[in-house]
Nanobody, 121 residues
Framework: QVQLKESGGGLVQAGGSLRLSCAASGRTGSRYAAAWFRQAPTKEREFVAAITWTAGSTLYTDSVKGRFTISRDNAKTTVYLQMNSLKPEDTAVYYC??????????????WGQGTQVTVSS
């Protein structure tokens, strides 16, 4: 089992930045890919970014390319999402996930509780 806990969300003005963190505990020695998803009110949960266990590969949804950066620390216990040039449409609950890799929610077995990001115009 892997437990995930997000932090770093909050309220920011459009054009601002936030950095989300996801701390993993439990079986962190397992080679999981990590990802960030988000869910806005009345919408389905959507893929944002993913990173492989070795951090050798990353993947982003088109709407965040060039603005968001996913990374993980050398100990492989924390994953980050640096979000720059934030837009009101980025407002959502952001979830950290661990799993095999991919852009679908079904690719990931473990999920955090989520952290709210609100971008004001």
């Amino acid at each position: 089992q892997v437990q995930l806990k997000e932090s770093g969300g909050g309220l920011v003005q459009a054009g601002g930045s936030l950095r989300l963190s996801c701390a993993a505990s439990g079986r962190t020695g397992s080679r999981y890919a990590a990802a960030w998803f988000r869910q806005a009110p009345t919408k389905e949960r959507e893929f944002v970014a993913a990173i492989t266990w070795t951090a050798g590969s990353t993947l982003y949804t088109d709407s965040v390319k060039g603005r968001f950066t996913i990374s993980r620390d050398n100990a492989k216990t924390t994953v980050y999402l640096q979000m720059n040039s934030l837009k009101p449409e980025d407002t959502a609950v952001y979830y950290c996930a661990a799993g095999v890799w991919g852009t679908k929610t079904t690719n990931y077995n473990y999920w955090g509780q989520g952290t709210q990001v609100t971008v004001s115009s």
